[in-house]
């Protein structure tokens, strides 16, 4: 079945340094590839995503590039900011058919903490 | 306006109980979802309704039993409660199948 998996946290980080979370997938059919981002008492919200092989998804100066050689999607950051401060999911979610469509397959889970 | 909306918030009630956890997206998705948040922050998917219809139900007991009234509502109802259902239950939804998906804020459900 689909997984995904995420580097173990939690990750603990000054601020202005540098970020990255790895995530690596197997997958049946031709993955959609997601992070969701969340903030502490709230849900999840979209932070990124890649739909196709070598696509780079950014949003608010975070990036995560879809490799299809390496089956990963790593988020990195250059400069990371005590409001960064959250729980990072990688997710998947497949073009196959059947029950698995629409379903999304959530990594563990990383707790970033940001430091001043 | 709140797009994707849960109720209650919080939940603490006792073991054995039966409750519900009401959802209404009010973006005129097509698809719906229930998730499940343990304490160590996993996140699995329960069910998924597309159009009203069950698309995905997982390995889950049927204690838990999701009604889809109409497109925008998706209820999560729970019989006899145990104490592994204590966990944070999220609703979501989508446009498309595969599309990304809209979160709620989750019902934080404690079972004594």
């Known amino acids: 079945g689909d997984s995904v998996t995420q580097m173990e946290g939690p990750v603990t980080l000054s601020e202005e340094a540098f970020l990255t979370i790895n995530c690596t997938y197997t997958?049946?059919?031709?993955?959609?590839l997601f992070w969701y981002v969340q903030y502490p008492g709230e849900g999840l919200q979209l932070l990124l995503k890649a739909t196709k092989a070598d696509d780079k998804g950014s949003n608010k100066g975070f990036e995560a590039t879809y490799r299809k050689e390496t089956t990963s999607f790593h988020l990195e950051k250059g400069s990371v900011q005590v409001s960064d401060s959250a729980v990072y999911f990688c997710?998947?979610?497949?073009?196959?058919?059947?029950?698995?469509?629409?379903?999304?397959?959530f990594g563990q889970g990383t707790i970033l903490t940001v430091h001043p | 306006d709140t797009a994707v909306s849960q109720t209650p918030k919080y939940l603490v009630t006792q073991m054995g109980n039966d409750k519900s956890i009401k959802c209404e997206q009010n973006?005129?998705?097509?698809?719906m979802y229930w998730y499940k948040q343990d304490s160590k922050k996993f996140l699995k998917i329960m069910f998924s309704y597309n159009n009203k219809e069950l698309i995905i139900n997982e390995t889950v007991p049927n204690r838990f039993s999701p009604k889809s009234p109409d497109k925008a509502h998706l209820n999560l109802h729970i019989n006899s409660l145990e104490l592994g259902d204590s966990a944070v239950y999220f609703c979501?939804?989508?446009?498309?199948?595969?599309?990304?998906?809209?979160f709620g804020d989750g019902t934080r459900l404690s079972i004594l």
């Open positions: 979501a939804s989508s446009g498309q199948l595969n599309q990304p998906q809209h």
């Open positions: 997958a049946t059919g031709y993955p959609s």
């Open positions: 973006l005129g998705h097509d698809t």
């Open positions: 997710a998947l979610s497949t073009n196959a058919g059947g029950t698995s469509y629409g379903k999304l397959t």
